[in-house]
């Protein structure tokens, strides 16, 4: 079905109002949407129809993901939207998004708000997640996908203090990561 907006540009209606990634699957074609206030969205048509598989409509407030080489989807959805429900946290799917298992670290934040994802090319078993907690504190986990194992690297992020001060995301909209294609262990954030 086909999901028409009513033309407000002021509010979250449809999955389409705030999407932030968008990828075609490597081995499948498929296309993925994040779409924050949704989840994560798959069309099987090239892109003529969506349909929801990872969220829930009114639910994260932030969506993000990143496809490997090989297939694998990681994604990772904050907490709920006002009056939302959402089970918020970082999930793997190794089926086109037909499926997703829990992938959240013990160490992660309970309460957060935007996290962004990447797998590393020279690695598809591993994933870096950057949240932002609050405007003061940032995390990072390395995770080892489907062993699950993980590790909470938030204690090497830099916070320089004095006139540089600690990271400002401006409200998590300045979050980037990048891993050195070459190199799983060379990963850059700003």
Excluded at 70 to 85: D, K, P
Excluded at 93 to 100: C, E, I, L, P, Q
Excluded at 103 to 115: D, Q
Excluded at 121 to 126: A, F, H, R, T, V
Aim: proline share 6%; aromatic share 8%.
């Amino acid at each position: 079905d086909q999901i028409q907006h009513s033309g407000n540009s002021t509010s979250w209606e449809t999955p389409y109002d705030l999407m932030t990634k968008v990828m075609v699957h490597p081995l499948t074609g498929s296309v993925f949407v994040a779409s924050n206030g949704f989840g994560v969205l798959r069309s099987d048509d090239g892109g003529s129809s969506f349909g929801l598989v990872l969220g829930a409509a009114g639910g994260p407030m932030w969506t993000d993901f990143d496809i490997s080489a090989n297939g694998i989807i990681v994604a990772v959805l904050s907490q709920a939207s006002a009056g939302g429900e959402v089970t918020p946290g970082v999930f793997g799917s190794n089926d086109n998004g037909a499926t997703w298992v829990p992938l959240t670290p013990s160490s992660f934040p309970a309460t957060h708000a935007r996290s962004i994802v990447v797998i590393p090319p020279s690695n598809n078993d591993l994933a870096y997640v950057l949240t932002e907690v609050s405007s003061s504190e940032l995390r990072m986990h390395r995770i080892t996908l489907w062993s699950g194992a993980s590790q909470d690297l938030s204690a090497i992020l830099p916070n320089f203090g004095g006139k540089v001060g600690a990271p400002n995301t401006q409200g998590s909209y300045n979050l980037m990561l990048s891993v050195k294609p070459d190199d799983e262990n060379l990963v850059v954030f700003g």
